[in-house]
């Protein structure tokens, strides 16, 4: 039907320096957790503010083993959202807890933080808030619940990495964040993922769980200054980040800042020439101060996996961010959720698409997406 190419709905922008890093890391020998990795932990953790990062083989890794760090017994519940990739769920379950959805507000799309308050039990012990789409979740009032029935905060920020909440930027406060650096997200390693806290206990715990329980890191192992023996203090995971993956962070942390106002000059665009479009709802945004990431674009259409199909036709990818993750058949099944339960959510989940964007966007790539758009509508 058409002869342009095939536009994705995200591609991810690296430098040259990117190039010549990576290809440095291989020749050094040294592929693996190492020099970079540390490098790269010291420069998040100097983007955070100072606070304590602790690399991983992705942000589903980094989220799990948060939630194990907080020694959850079964019965214990996690409030979340239903509107987040199934990842978050799947780790509070694989943490041993029990996830429990509050629906979100249909405006901002984010969890509707004044249905916490209701959602706690006696077993309540942590709140996982995610900050759907580069937009903060109103995190006053989660951590305001947290304090009053002390319960402990996971923030899934896969979407969230240069987001500000009331001018101060996430994972530079709180208790625990979580980043991805999948390659659609804000910034990439590939794959790869961090945890953000400054919780001792919880660093501790993580450091041992991404590499088999072992208490030292594999590079002082094996390099001239470590010990050839060490002991597992528990049965940990393989989850460490590569050297190779590090190097490409190195080079994306710098230019994050850039990517995230680049988008926000396409959302702007968007906003002015999708409002001349009828049956498409764009999200609203909050009262509170914040800096949107934009990690996606998600607009409500009536018909929408028609529309998704109509604009493949056209060459042209859309995301779709999510199913609803509680009617998959292992959350219907284990915890008995059905349709209803959460009706703005599967109204979001029925009709949401995200629409191309990112940095390197064209003119010609954006003025497809709009006549595309209007012609599959
Ligand atoms: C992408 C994503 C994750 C998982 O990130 P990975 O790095 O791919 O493991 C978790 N939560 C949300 C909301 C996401 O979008």
């Known amino acids: 039907m058409t002869d342009a190419p095939f536009l994705p709905f ?18 050094s020998g040294w592929l693996t957790t190492g020099p970079r990795v540390a490098q790269f932990e010291k420069d ?18 980094g989220l799990q083993l948060a939630l194990l760090a907080l020694d ?13 990739f199934v990842a978050t769920l799947n780790t509070i379950v694989q943490a041993g807890g029990k996830p429990v959805l509050v629906d979100i507000d249909p ?49 899934d920020c896969a979407h969230a990495i240069g987001t500000e ?35 001792k206990d919880v660093l501790k715990r993580i450091e041992q769980l991404r590499f088999h329980g072992i208490d030292r890191e594999a590079f002082n192992r094996f390099g001239k200054s470590g010990s050839q023996h060490y002991d597992v ?16 962070g190195l080079h994306q942390l710098p230019m994050l800042d850039g990517f995230i106002t680049a988008r926000k000059a396409w959302v702007e665009r968007y ?9 498409i709802t764009l999200p609203g945004a909050p009262e509170f101060a914040h800096r949107h990431a934009w990690h996606i674009l998600t607009v409500l259409v009536p018909e929408r996996d028609a529309f998704i199909d109509k604009m493949k036709e056209r060459n042209i990818g859309v995301g779709l961010h999510w199913d609803a993750p509680h009617l998959f058949s292992y959350y219907r099944k284990t915890f008995g959720f059905k349709e209803g339960d959460f009706p703005h959510a599967e109204h979001a989940c029925a009709h949401i698409c995200s629409l191309p964007l990112f940095p390197t966007m064209t003119e010609a790539d954006f003025e497809r997406v709009i006549k595309a758009t209007q012609d599959c509508l």
Not at 73 to 83: W, Y
Not at 185 to 197: C, L, P, Q, S
């Open 271 to 279: 906003r002015e020439r999708l409002a001349t479009i009828p049956h």
């Open 233 to 248: 203090v528990l049965p940990g995971f393989k989850y460490n980040m590569m050297d190779i993956q590090a190097a490409i």
């Open 10 to 27: 995200t591609r991810p922008v690296l430098s040259e320096e990117t190039y010549r890093e990576v290809e440095a890391v291989l020749r």
């Open 107 to 155: 405006v901002t799309r984010n969890m509707d933080v004044t249905r916490i308050e209701p959602a706690i039990t006696p077993r309540t012990r942590a709140i996982v808030p995610v900050h759907y789409a580069g937009l903060p979740v109103e995190l006053d009032v989660v951590y305001a619940m947290a304090k009053k029935h002390n319960l402990r905060v996971v923030e």
């Open 72 to 84: 959850l017994k079964p019965g214990d519940e996690v409030i979340t959202t239903p509107l987040t």
């Open 44 to 61: 998040l953790s100097s983007y955070f503010g100072g606070r304590q990062v602790r690399c991983l083989s992705s942000a589903t890794a």
């Open 165 to 199: 909440y009331k001018g101060k930027k996430l994972g530079s406060f709180g208790d625990i964040q979580v980043m991805s650096f999948h390659p659609n997200k804000n910034m990439t390693t590939g794959e790869g993922g961090a945890v953000v806290t400054d919780d």
